[in-house]
C-alpha cells in the first residue's frame, strides 16, 4: 500500500503529475485548461497544491480563471487510520453560475458554511434558486466522474476503500446514490425519514415559521436538508461516516421513493 506521504515526498514534478491526474477531462475540456500543466491559454497557472512531504494529506485547487474569486475544484484528501483514502472536502462549483454569499454572515465573520453562523438572507436565496444548504454555486454536475477518477487513484495506491463524511443530509443521499454505504448514521438516517413522513414528528415541526421549515420541504431531500440545516432536531446535525470499497457499488436508500 503506498501512503500519500510517500507521494507527496516524490520530486514536484512527479507528485504534482500524480494528483492531477485526479481531475476528470470533463473539467478541463470545458474551460480549456491543459491537462498536464492546468494552465490557461496565455500559461498561467491555474492549480494550486500543497501537499508537505511529512504528512500524508493534500489539498488540490483549481481556478477556470486566473481572476476568479472561488475555485472551480477543490479537493482535500487524508488517510483514515486503516489506510483507506479519505475524502476531507470536496466541492465542485460552477463559476459562472449565480454566487450566494452564504460563506460571510453580516458583520463579514466566515460562516463557516453555517457551522458558526448564518446568513439567513444569502441562504433564503440560495435555497430559492435551488442550491441545498453549504453550496455558494451551483456544482459542476462532474461528482461521479471525480469520485471514479478519485477511486482509479484510490485503487493505484492500493487503498481498500474511499471514506468520507457527509457534512450535510442531502451529502448522505447523494453519495448513497453513488454506491456508498454507511460506517455509522443509517439508522439514524432511517429514522429522520420516518420523521418526515406525513404523521412523523419531524413533519410536525415544518410550521412555515421560518422560509426554510415550509410544510412542503419534507417531500424533497433538498427541502429537508433546509429544515435540519434550519435546526428542527434538538440537537446538531452529527455527519455520518459512509464508505465504498473499491470496485464496490452498494444499493442503499435511506429515503426510498423521495425525490431530490
Given at each position: 500500500?503506498?501512503?500519500?506521504?510517500?507521494?507527496?515526498?516524490?520530486?514536484?514534478?512527479?507528485?504534482?503529475?500524480?494528483?492531477?491526474?485526479?481531475?476528470?477531462?470533463?473539467?478541463?475540456?470545458?474551460?480549456g485548461l491543459d491537462p498536464l500543466t492546468f494552465t490557461d491559454p496565455q500559461g498561467r497557472q491555474l492549480a494550486s497544491l500543497e501537499a508537505p512531504p511529512d504528512k500524508a494529506s493534500v489539498?488540490?485547487?483549481?481556478?477556470h480563471r486566473a481572476d476568479a474569486l472561488d475555485p472551480a475544484f477543490f479537493l482535500k484528501l487524508d488517510e483514515s487510520r486503516y489506510g483507506s483514502l479519505l475524502i476531507t472536502w470536496i466541492i465542485l462549483n460552477d463559476p459562472e453560475g449565480p454566487r450566494f454569499g452564504i460563506d460571510l454572515d453580516d458583520e463579514g465573520r466566515i460562516t463557516e458554511l453555517g457551522a458558526r453562523?448564518?446568513?439567513?438572507?444569502?441562504?433564503e436565496s440560495a435555497m430559492r434558486a435551488?442550491?441545498?444548504?453549504?453550496?455558494?454555486?451551483?456544482?459542476?454536475?462532474?461528482?461521479?466522474?471525480?469520485?471514479?477518477?478519485?477511486?482509479?487513484?484510490?485503487?493505484?495506491?492500493?487503498?481498500?476503500?474511499?471514506?468520507?463524511?457527509?457534512?450535510?443530509?442531502?451529502?448522505?443521499?447523494?453519495?448513497?446514490?453513488?454506491?456508498?454505504?454507511?460506517?455509522?448514521?443509517?439508522?439514524?438516517l432511517e429514522v429522520l425519514h420516518r420523521g418526515f413522513l406525513p404523521g412523523g414528528e419531524l413533519?410536525?415541526?415544518?410550521?412555515?415559521?421560518?422560509?426554510?421549515?415550509?410544510?412542503?420541504?419534507?417531500?424533497s431531500i433538498r427541502g429537508r436538508s433546509w429544515a435540519l440545516h434550519d435546526g428542527i432536531?434538538?440537537?446538531?446535525?452529527?455527519?455520518?461516516?459512509m464508505y465504498r470499497p473499491i470496485g464496490v457499488r452498494f444499493q442503499i436508500c435511506t429515503a426510498p421513493g423521495v425525490p431530490f
Open positions: 500500500m503506498i501512503s500519500l506521504r510517500q507521494i507527496n515526498a516524490l520530486p514536484a514534478v512527479e507528485r504534482d503529475r500524480c494528483y492531477l491526474s485526479i481531475i476528470p477531462s470533463s473539467f478541463y475540456e470545458r474551460f489539498r488540490l485547487s483549481i481556478k453562523s448564518r446568513n439567513l438572507r444569502e441562504e435551488g442550491l441545498t444548504p453549504g453550496q455558494i454555486r451551483p456544482g459542476l454536475r462532474m461528482l461521479r466522474s471525480t469520485l471514479d477518477r478519485i477511486e482509479a487513484f484510490a485503487a493505484r495506491l492500493e487503498k481498500p476503500a474511499l471514506v468520507l463524511e457527509a457534512f450535510f443530509y442531502h451529502n448522505a443521499l447523494i453519495y448513497e446514490r453513488h454506491g456508498f454505504a454507511y460506517l455509522a448514521g443509517q439508522e439514524r413533519e410536525a415541526r415544518l410550521d412555515g415559521r421560518t422560509p426554510f421549515r415550509t410544510p412542503a420541504a419534507g417531500a432536531l434538538p440537537r446538531p446535525w452529527w455527519p455520518p461516516m
